[in-house]
C-alpha cells in the first residue's frame, strides 16, 4: 500500500479509536459495577434493546417488501417515492421527531384519529419509542436491499417459476437466501440506528423511566448530574455494539462476493 | 455567556441594551439547562459569564473552582403551572396534576426548573408522575405548545414569554418555591473585562428594570 495512503488510513484509524480511548481512561473502573447494576442503568438497557429489535423486525416486515417495490416495479413518480422513503436518513433526528408529532401526536393528522376512536396515543409510550426508531432506521434496510434485489438476476427466479414454483415458494427458497448477507447487513444497520437514537425519542416519545427512556437519553441525562455514570453508560453501549459487529463481520463482507457470483 | 434555559428572553433584552451602552462589545449567548452548561464549561468551555437558575447548580461551578468571583443573585422567579390557552381541561392548581389521566410534563430532576416542580409537589402534598421529564424549561413549553401534554410546570416567566401559546395557572406562595439565580464570571474567561461589566449591568437599576419587565423578581 503507498505510504501516503497508509498514513491517512492510519490517522483515520485514531481519529475513530481515540473516543473511545478517552471513555475508557475517563471511566471510573472503581464505582463502575455499582453503576452498571444501577436500577437506572439496567431498565434503559433492557429498553433499548426491546424497542430496537422490535423496531428492527418491523423494518424487515415492511422494509423488504418496499425494497422489492423499489427495486422490480417500474412506475411514475419512484424515483419520487424513494426520496420520500429514504428521507429520515438525511433529515436531523429531532425534526423527524416533530414531524411524527404533527403526524401521530395527539393533534396529529392521523393521531387524532387513533386518539379519538381507538384511544391509542404513542407518545409518552414504549410503542411510540418503537415508531421513532423505525421511522429513522428503516431506510438502511430498505438501501441495502433494494440494490441486492437489483444486482439479483432475475432469471434465477424466473427458472424457478417455469419448474412450477409458487410466487411465494419462489422468494421464500430463491430470493432470498440470495440476498441474505444483504439483509443481514441491512438488518444490523437498522438496529444500530435504532439502538442509538436519540432526538427524535426524545422528541416525540419523551423521556420516563422504564417507559420511554432508552440508553442514549438516560447516558445524557446522568451527564448533568452524574458524569461518571454517564461514561459507564455510554461504554456498555459501546461495547454491545461492538460486539455486534465484530460477531457479524463476516457476513457482512460476503455480501459483495454473493451477490456479484449471483449476477455473473 | 452561558445562561439557564429560561433567560432565553430576557438575556436577549439585555443583551441588545448591553451592546446599546457597549457598540464595540459582541455578546453572545448558550441557552440550555443550567446543570448542561456547568457540564459544558466543567470540560473546558471558553466562557465569561454564567447564570444559573438554582443557586445549587451555580454551587457545582464554585466548589470546582470555576467561578472567578462570588457569585450575586441577580433575579428570582417561580413556578406556575402551564396550560393550553383557555384551560379546556380547567386545571385550577397544583392539587389538579395529581390526576393519573392528565399528561403532565416536568423538567428532569437534575434540572433546576425539574427539581422546584419536584419541591412544590412535596410542598403541596401530592403524588405526580409526569408522563416526560424534559432536559429543559423549553421541552416543557413545546410539549404543551404542540398539545401533547395537558400540563407542565415551568417558571412564571416562560409563561409570560410564551405569549398567547399557553395560559399559566398560578401556584399559591405557601406551597410555591422562590427561584434564586445566580451569576458569576467564569475563572480564566477569554474576556475577563467584558464579563465583570456584564454583570455589573445585569445587577445595575438599568438591568434589574429590564429583568423585571420580562416577569423576574427582584433580587
Same mark, same amino acid.
Given at each position: ?79 419520487a417515492?424513494r ?45 411510540g ?5 423505525t ?5 438502511f ?21 417455469t ?72 461504554l456498555?453501549?459501546i ?5 455486534v459487529?465484530l ?18 | 455567556?452561558?445562561?439557564? #434555559?429560561s /433567560? $432565553?428572553a *430576557?438575556?436577549?433584552g439585555? +443583551?441588545?441594551?448591553? &451592546?446599546? %451602552?457597549?457598540?464595540? !462589545?459582541? @455578546? ?22 454564567f ?7 451555580? #454551587?457545582? /461551578? $464554585?466548589? *470546582?473552582?470555576?467561578?472567578? +468571583?462570588?457569585?450575586? &443573585?441577580? %433575579?428570582?422567579?417561580? !413556578?406556575? @403551572? ?8 380547567g ?26 416542580a ?8 401530592? &403524588? ?23 400540563a ?68
Amino acid at each position: 500500500m503507498p505510504f501516503p495512503a497508509l498514513v491517512l488510513a492510519g490517522i483515520t484509524v485514531a481519529f475513530f479509536a481515540l473516543p473511545l480511548v478517552g471513555l475508557l481512561w475517563r471511566a471510573p473502573w472503581s464505582n463502575a459495577w455499582a453503576y452498571l447494576t444501577d436500577d437506572t442503568a439496567l431498565t434503559a438497557l433492557r429498553l433499548s434493546l426491546v424497542t430496537s429489535l422490535c423496531a428492527t423486525a418491523l423494518s424487515i416486515v415492511f422494509g423488504v417488501p418496499l425494497a422489492w417495490l423499489l427495486a422490480r416495479v417500474s412506475f411514475p413518480g419512484r424515483g419520487a417515492v424513494r426520496a420520500l422513503c429514504l428521507l429520515s436518513m438525511v433529515l436531523p433526528p429531532v425534526v423527524g421527531g416533530v414531524a411524527l408529532f404533527f403526524a401521530l401526536g395527539r393533534r396529529g393528522i392521523v393521531g387524532q384519529y387513533l386518539d379519538e376512536w381507538f384511544g391509542i396515543t404513542l407518545p409518552f409510550t414504549t410503542a411510540g419509542v418503537v415508531v421513532a426508531q423505525t421511522f429513522v432506521s428503516m431506510p438502511f434496510l430498505v438501501i441495502t436491499v433494494e440494490a441486492a434485489l437489483r444486482l439479483l438476476d432475475p432469471r434465477l427466479e424466473e427458472a424457478s417459476r417455469t419448474l412450477g414454483a409458487s410466487r411465494w415458494y419462489t422468494f421464500r427458497r430463491v430470493t432470498l437466501p440470495a440476498i441474505r448477507p444483504a439483509l443481514v447487513a441491512g438488518a444490523v444497520l437498522a438496529w444500530a440506528r435504532a439502538l442509538g437514537e436519540f432526538g427524535a425519542t426524545i422528541t416525540f416519545a419523551g423521556n420516563f423511566p422504564g417507559t420511554t427512556q432508552t440508553m442514549p437519553l438516560a447516558v445524557y441525562l446522568s451527564l448533568e448530574t452524574n458524569p461518571e455514570e454517564a461514561i459507564v453508560l455510554a461504554l456498555v453501549m459501546i461495547a454491545i455494539s461492538f460486539g455486534v459487529l465484530l460477531g457479524l463481520r463476516d457476513r457482512w463482507f460476503g455480501s459483495v462476493d454473493r451477490s456479484a457470483q449471483v449476477a455473473a | 455567556m452561558f445562561a439557564a #434555559a429560561s /433567560l $432565553t428572553a *430576557a438575556f436577549g433584552g439585555l +443583551g441588545d441594551a448591553f &451592546t446599546t %451602552a457597549n457598540p464595540d !462589545v459582541d @455578546v453572545r449567548f448558550n441557552f440550555a439547562g443550567s446543570s448542561d452548561l456547568v457540564a459544558q464549561i466543567s470540560d473546558g468551555a471558553p466562557v465569561d459569564v454564567f447564570a444559573s437558575a438554582d443557586l445549587t447548580t451555580m #454551587a457545582k /461551578l $464554585t466548589d *470546582a473552582g470555576l467561578a472567578a +468571583g462570588e457569585p450575586s &443573585t441577580f %433575579a428570582t422567579n417561580v !413556578v406556575e @403551572v402551564v396550560v393550553e390557552p383557555r384551560n379546556p381541561l380547567g386545571i385550577t392548581g397544583v392539587a389538579d396534576l395529581a390526576d393519573g389521566d392528565l399528561v403532565v410534563v416536568q423538567c428532569a430532576p437534575g434540572v433546576p426548573c425539574g427539581s422546584y416542580a419536584v419541591q412544590v409537589f412535596a410542598n403541596a402534598g401530592i &403524588t405526580v408522575t409526569p408522563s416526560s421529564y424534559e432536559e429543559n424549561v423549553n421541552g416543557v413549553v413545546t410539549k404543551v405548545t404542540l398539545g401533547e401534554a395537558d400540563a407542565g410546570i415551568v417558571y412564571r416567566t416562560d409563561v409570560i414569554a410564551a405569549g398567547d401559546a399557553v395560559e399559566g395557572v398560578p401556584i399559591p406562595d405557601e406551597i410555591n418555591v422562590v427561584a434564586e439565580y445566580p451569576i458569576a464570571p467564569v475563572a480564566d474567561a477569554p474576556n475577563a473585562a467584558g464579563a465583570q461589566a456584564f454583570v455589573d449591568f445585569v445587577l445595575s437599576p438599568s438591568g434589574q428594570d429590564i429583568l423585571a419587565a420580562y416577569g423576574f423578581g427582584p433580587a
